[in-house]
Structures are given as C-alpha cells and as structure tokens.
C-alpha cells in the first residue's frame, strides 16, 4: 500500500488540489484509493460535498476511539467515486492532542489505524493541515513520501525551507526516511515571477523538484464548485495533462509495503 502525504506549512499552494486530481487518477487505473482529511478545515470533505456534521463517523471519530471496529471504520469511510473512498475531517481534529493528550504514541495514531485496513487499498493519500502539530505529525509519521505543492512564488519558496526544515527534525524521531517530491504549481509562463520562481526551485533544492510543472487553469476551480475531481469532469484538461505526468513519474518509485 503506497501512502502518500502532501503537505506544506504554507495555505494555499494546492494541496487539496493534489490530493484529489492525483486520487481520482490512481482511482481511474483501476485500483482503489483512500483519501484523508487531516485539516480540521476540512476543505478535501467539502470539496465533495460533505459536511462534517451530517455524517455518521468522520476522522475524529477513527483516531479517538478507544476500541476501533471494522464496523466504525465502514460508517466513517465515504465513497466519493469509482475506487475512490475518503474518510472525512470534521473541527473536533483540532482538539485531538488536548483530548488525547495522556495517551501514548499520540503522533502514531494513523499510523497504527492505516495498518488495519488489510490491503484494501492500494494508494492512501493524506491532506495535511497547513501547521506543523500532532495532525501533520501523524500524517508524516504514516507515509513514506511527501508530496509538498509549491505555488511558482518567493513567498511560498520561503514555505517550503521551513516546511523541509520539519521534516529533517522529524525524521530524528521517526524510522526511516521520507521520500521528498516538491511540484510547482499555479505556474504562469506568461509572468517573470513564476518563470524566476521555477528557476530558483531547482536551483535550491535539486533532484527534489519534480521536472514538470501544474499550471495555472481555472477549470480546477469549475470542477470544486461541481465537486466533482478534474479528471472527472474533464479528462483532458491541462491540468489533468500535468498531474498524470506526475503520476506517472512517481509511480516507478513505489514500492509497496
């Protein structure tokens, strides 16, 4: 099972955007995905249309339980599409730490629950918050890559150096080291910020930028309002176009465990 969290410290970089275009892709293949809201904002669960409150179990519900049943993992799993599943956020996320404060290995919670899903899925991917806490800490902990969206701009360049910050401090703690894709996004080649953005991503960090680029296209936003994912709605978008050749370039990588 590839589990894959895509994260970044910096808002509105394209995070919820990743995760689903890249979800409904691998969903397209064939093979079944699971998507998790870790942000108690819950954009990926509205994003579909759900609303935390009218749910019957949410992702709270998952990783605060004291005894976790098949049965309680079935009522908080949504299917958001053809092999495509999603177990939702709701606010309470915000309090999991003071809530669970006393119980031991708090940042391994998803870790743990992800380990009972018995090879249901072959690819899990994580939407993280955008702060570092026990949420993002989980979602680092359960995964072996991270994909972290970079919008093609200065200020969002400077997220970036204190988001790999992070994770070089977790990794001291965690076992084993996370693979690291950094993909530029909302780039516009007709502006010399992004052309200079991109430039200056490569320059600083290296093989770690993925080659291509996701660029600006306003048919995301149609396919959010629509809740619908982009590939969906609209196979052959430019956007689509880009994140299934990212897909493509990270899948030889996998290996599942």
Known sequence: ??????????????????????????????????????DPHASLTSYFGKTPEELQATLFDLLSAQQLTPALIDK??????????????AMELATLDRQLGSREGLGLLLKQLLGK??????????????????????????????LVPVQTEFLAIKGLERMLRTLSMMEKSLKGERLVSIIPTMFDKRTRASLDALQELHQEFGSRVWQ?????????????????????????????????????????????V
């Open 76 to 89: 908080a799993t949504v299917e958001v599409g053809q092999n495509l599943f999603m177990w939702p956020a």
């Open 212 to 256: 291509g680029m996701v660029p600006v296209d306003t048919k995301f936003r149609d396919a959010s309002r629509d809740h619908v994912p982009l590939p969906v709605l609209m196979p052959h978008a430019r956007g689509v176009e880009a994140y299934r050749q990212l897909l493509d370039s990270l899948l030889p990588l996998e290996v599942s």
């Open 117 to 146: 899903l018995d090879g249901l899925y072959a690819h899990v991917l994580i939407d993280c918050p955008p702060v570092l806490g026990v949420l993002m800490v989980n979602a680092l902990a359960a995964c072996q890559r991270v």
């Open 1 to 38: 099972m590839n589990i894959w969290t895509v994260a970044n410290q910096k808002g509105g970089v394209g995070k919820t955007t990743t995760t689903v275009t890249l979800g409904a892709l691998l969903a397209a293949r064939g093979e079944p995905v699971l998507l998790i809201d870790m």
